[in-house]
């Protein structure tokens, strides 16, 4: 599948997306292992989270027929083992998954690797929760997830005390759980997935756990951890967590910030103003607005609610002046993780230059984003160059042409985004990879005025 796109028509309007795709792994996980049976209503069905839906599947009995008919279908209108799924236009799941957990140590072996597929955050959290099931778990994913480093998460599972072998460090890793002891564990990297897999595992320790990290990455493990009835205690960027066993819960699955990004980014480049609603605002999650706010763009944000400990609301962005370039410092990098690609793109349309600095944790995500972010600017005429382990962006505008996705969601949107301020038309290869966060993005685009087509 291509992305074509004509730049000109504006991008604009009021937008809702699809479920946080951070926040369902996590609560999908929750609610697996709750004691006791939780409602998960706005999972968004996307391929990542329909990959944690089916691992889970395997890995209970009772919760098993409802996690495997939502990850086949994600959410497609579908009835069955006591749930109702119905997933309107913009991708939001408006009706309850029902999730029959009985608690953790109810938890069965698979019968087969667990299939994460694209998705780190599943391979990584997974880990986790089988470090503390005393049977083995064996983990697989595509090739893309293969190449990509799974030491970090195997060390501090071992220390608290689980069997963890990874190949050459990376996928196929199998992990044998058991008993486990408390750790305190100082991240290396910052780090929300390794924090999280460590915190879950900690969940079922015998006593306290303690994660460092060198910057606070998204914190929504910690968040569901204390909104469920845990004892969580912050200070700075330690998390302290004790034992812990939760019972069922009902919750709506934010709006995904990183989705919405798109679309930011979509009105700023074509100068339109858009309205994203019932969004999640974690603060750990919204570096991108706080950048283009740097870059001159005029948005504000509102909190209308909550939802299991995370806040949810709107974000407004004005129309207004073309943006400037900026400066990234790695201290802000892990606020930003996902969104440098659309930034990137952002920031090929404004004037002046932006830089990203230490980024080099870009090159192990879905692709070498790195690389891929510059060589995709430049394919559509733009001016990008990865200089150590910064990323530059030489703004001015970009010419149009054909880039290619690398086979990664956040690179074939971000494309899309560049694209629609070019001077010329432009097409996105392998744009199905899309549909890894973002089902029906193209649609979506297209509603709210871009002239974006998704071709076979
Ligand atoms: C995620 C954490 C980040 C992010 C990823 C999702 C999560 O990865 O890039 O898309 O849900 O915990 P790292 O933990 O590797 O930085």
Same mark, same amino acid.
Do not use: A, R, T
């Given at each position: 599948m291509r992305f074509h796109v004509r730049p000109g028509p504006t991008v604009g309007g009021v937008a809702i997306v699809p479920g946080d795709k951070s926040i369902a792994h996590r609560w999908l996980i929750f609610a697996a292992t709750a004691a006791g049976p939780s409602r998960l209503v $706005? !999972?968004?069905?996307s391929l990542d989270v329909r990959s944690m839906a089916a691992a889970l599947a395997a890995l209970t009995a009772s919760a098993r027929p409802a996690l495997e008919a939502w990850a086949r279908n994600g959410g497609a209108r579908a009835e069955g083992h006591g749930s109702t799924w119905n997933v309107d236009r913009d991708g939001v799941a408006r009706v309850a998954l029902e999730v029959e957990g009985e608690g953790r140590s109810a938890l069965v072996e698979a019968e087969a690797p667990l299939d994460c597929g694209n998705s780190g955050t599943a391979m990584r959290l997974l880990a986790g929760v089988a470090a503390a099931a005393p049977f083995r778990t064996v983990l697989v994913g595509d090739a893309s997830l293969t190449g990509r480093p799974m030491e970090r998460v195997a060390a501090p599972l071992r220390a608290m005390g689980a069997r963890v072998s990874t190949t050459d460090g990376h996928a196929p890793m199998t992990v044998e759980g058991g008993r486990l002891r408390g750790i305190r564990y100082e991240l290396p990297n910052p780090s929300a997935q390794v924090k999280g897999a460590i915190l879950l595992a900690g969940l079922a320790a015998t006593d306290r756990t303690t994660v460092v990290e060198p910057v606070a990455s998204r914190d929504h493990t910690e968040r569901a951890i204390a909104a469920l009835g845990g004892r969580v205690d912050r200070l700075g960027t330690e998390i302290a967590i004790e034992p812990f066993q939760h019972a069922g819960f009902e919750a709506r699955v934010p709006g995904d910030p990183s989705s919405a990004a798109f679309l930011i980014g979509a009105s700023v480049v074509t100068g339109a103003a858009l309205t994203v609603r019932?969004? $999640? !605002?974690?603060p750990t999650r919204l570096g991108f607005l706080r950048v283009l706010r740097r870059m001159g763009v005029s948005i504000v944000e509102r909190i209308t609610g909550e939802e299991l400990g995370e806040p949810v609301g709107e974000v407004i962005v004005q129309a207004g002046a073309r943006p400037t370039g900026t400066r990234i410092d790695r201290g802000e990098l892990p606020s930003v993780i996902d969104e440098v690609p659309v930034l990137a793109a952002v920031a090929a349309t404004a004037g002046g230059e932006t830089r990203f600095e230490g980024a080099g944790e870009l090159r192990v995500k879905e692709s070498d984003r790195l690389a891929g972010v510059a060589d995709g600017l430049s394919a559509l005429g733009g001016r990008a160059d990865v200089a150590g382990d910064d990323l530059v962006v030489t703004g001015g505008g970009l010419a149009g042409g054909v880039a290619g996705s690398l086979g990664d969601h956040r690179l074939a949107m971000a494309f899309v985004v560049a694209a629609l301020a070019a001077q010329g038309s432009s097409t996105i290869e392998g744009a199905q990879a899309a549909e890894i966060s973002y089902p029906g993005f193209a649609a979506r685009l297209a509603d709210l005025g871009g002239a974006v087509e998704a071709l076979p």
């Open positions: $706005g !999972l968004p069905p019932d969004v $999640g !605002l974690n």
